[in-house]
Nanobody, 125 residues
Framework: QVRVQESGGGSVQAGGSLRLSCAAS????????MGWFRQAPGKEREGVAA???????RYADSVRGRFTISKDNAKNTLNLQMNSLQLEDTAMYYC???????????????????WGQGTQVTVSS
């Protein structure tokens, strides 16, 4: 059973960048689909970016071209490089892992059973 823990959140001005990391333990991430999700106050948790077990990558329309997801199997780590951050990117960001997501369902939160505690990202003007 995999366990995941996020790091790298913080406060940044609009237009700035942050890099989130998700360290996995208990199992190797090469056999898991992994994703980044976020939840703003009063909103549902939404998929941001994900990588499938076969290497497929999916991005939410709202972040495509600004965010880059990557997987480092050697370090058992998932990363999210966030550039050109906008006020609406403010949220708690969660890392998730599971073996079940298919290519079309990578950004569906109900496909994932293993979640981290989250890391806060705050973008200010």
């Amino acid at each position: 059973q995999v366990r995941v823990q996020e790091s790298g959140g913080g406060s940044v001005q609009a237009g700035g960048s942050l890099r989130l990391s998700c360290a996995a333990s208990g199992s190797t991430i090469s056999s898991y689909s992994m994703g980044w999700f976020r939840q703003a106050p009063g909103k549902e948790r939404e998929g941001v970016a994900a990588i499938g077990r076969g290497g497929q990558i999916r991005y939410a329309d709202s972040v495509r071209g600004r965010f880059t997801i990557s997987k480092d199997n050697a370090k058992n780590t998932l990363n999210l490089q966030m550039n050109s951050l906008q006020l609406e990117d403010t949220a708690m960001y969660y890392c998730a892992a599971d073996r079940t997501p298919l290519d079309w369902s990578l950004l569906r939160r109900d496909e994932y059973n293993y979640w981290g505690q989250g890391t806060q990202v705050t973008v200010s003007s």
